[in-house]
């Protein structure tokens, strides 16, 4: 797992010996309160869920810059692609992208480059900051 404030690595289990103290963990029958506790610096990261320990494990296929793919962030306008990796190195990201609904597989078109990238993915339109695009990588439709 990695903290959201810090952003270093640790198991879920240190992060619930960190908990140990907590008046939350000691009650019967209780889950907690669903956080998990920085080792290192103390932040509460919410638990992550099965799907995102998932995500995590799931090695995406892995494509080099020669195989043609390239960043969302450069796509022409009006071309269609399809959506082959995404950079896991920013959870945060990540999870944002996921929950647009864009992941492996489907296919995207940007619509607007200018003042901010938007692409269609699907049946629905999304606005991406340029860092964020840069973490999605497409080829050929």
């Not at 000691?26 to 920085?38: R, T, Y």
């Not at 799907?51 to 080099?64: A, D, H, I, N, Y």
């Amino acid at each position: 797992m990695r903290c959201g404030f810090c952003g270093r690595e640790f198991s879920e289990e240190l992060g619930a010996s960190a908990c140990a103290n907590c008046p939350l963990s000691k009650l019967k029958g209780s889950q907690g309160c669903g956080h998990v506790k920085c080792p290192y610096c103390g932040y509460e990261n919410p638990q992550e869920t099965k799907f995102e320990q998932k995500l995590r494990t799931w090695s995406w296929r892995k494509r080099s810059q020669t195989d043609d793919t390239h960043s969302l962030a450069n796509l022409p306008k009006g071309v269609p692609a399809k959506i082959c990796q995404l950079d896991k190195s920013s959870a945060k990201d990540l999870q944002k992208l996921l929950a647009f609904g864009i992941m492996p597989g489907q296919s995207v078109e940007v619509i607007q480059r200018y003042p901010t990238i938007v692409v269609k993915v699907g049946r629905t339109t999304v606005a991406l900051d340029k860092q964020v695009a840069a973490q999605v990588f497409v080829c050929a439709s």
